[in-house]
């Protein structure tokens, strides 16, 4: 069955504009976690929904939101961004929250802001 | 805050056992202990997890310390396309979310 898909894979901004990323999970996967990626800080948790309904979120400003649709696809959006938003954005689908095994990422979609 | 500590880099021979240490000395009792590699320009791979007791599965070995501060990932027989980045990572069970440690890049020498 195919894999977790993200969309678009490269995507090049300016500061201030705002971005928005598509994950569409693996079918039957119900949760969707979204993580960002940097040199610096490594991989970081962003936030989880489930039932379109966020469940949990790591320690990111506001600018950083999400939102997940009825077909369990889901997007993040960044707004006002700065440059040290420049990251690979990955995201992640598992069964549902109760399933503490795998999770299934996307090759992720790289940001760069200018 | 939990967290991984891991070796910046490793080097093993193709064919060879390949053991990489991990230690996470602020798990808590319902934390597991998850690995994933990455592959160039790929997002991560999983490739084990464990709780408390070993586990082994067809990609590799987990051995988890008595007192699970710690804990090793074995690659049994080292081949080129093992060659990733691996990250220690902890599920931690109170906030149900994850948290990676900076990663270990191990190269396969032929």
């Known amino acids: 069955k195919a894999g977790v898909t993200q969309t678009p894979r490269y995507l090049i901004k300016t500061r201030g504009q705002q971005v928005t990323l598509s994950c569409s999970p693996i079918?039957?996967?119900?949760?969707v976690s979204w993580y960002q990626q940097t040199p610096g800080q490594g991989l970081q948790f962003l936030f989880e929904?489930?039932?379109?309904?966020?469940?949990n979120k790591g320690n990111f400003p506001g600018r950083f939101s999400g939102r997940q649709f009825s077909n369990s696809r889901s997007e993040m959006n960044v707004s006002t961004l700065e440059l040290g938003d420049s990251a690979l954005y990955l995201c992640a689908s598992r069964t549902d929250p109760a399933n503490t095994g795998e999770l299934f990422f996307g090759e992720g979609s790289r940001l760069t802001v200018l | 805050d939990a967290k991984t500590t891991q070796p910046n880099s490793m080097e093993s021979n193709e064919e060879e056992p390949v053991h990489l240490p991990c230690n996470h000395s602020?798990?808590?009792?319902?934390?597991?202990i998850h690995w994933y590699r990455q592959l160039p320009s790929q997002g991560p791979e999983y490739v084990i997890h464990?709780?408390?007791s070993n586990v082994n599965n067809r990609m590799a070995s987990l051995a988890i310390a008595e007192d699970r501060k710690s804990s090793t990932l074995i690659l049994h027989r080292a081949t080129l396309r093992d060659a990733a980045v691996y990250y220690c990572?902890?599920?931690?069970?109170?906030?149900?979310?994850?948290?990676f440690g900076k990663g270990t890049r191990l190269h396969i020498l032929p």
């Open positions: 990572t902890l599920w931690v069970n109170r906030d149900d979310k994850i948290i």
């Open positions: 602020t798990i808590s009792g319902t934390d597991y």
């Open positions: 929904y489930f039932s379109e309904t966020q469940r």
């Open positions: 464990g709780l408390t």
């Open positions: 079918s039957g996967h119900r949760s």
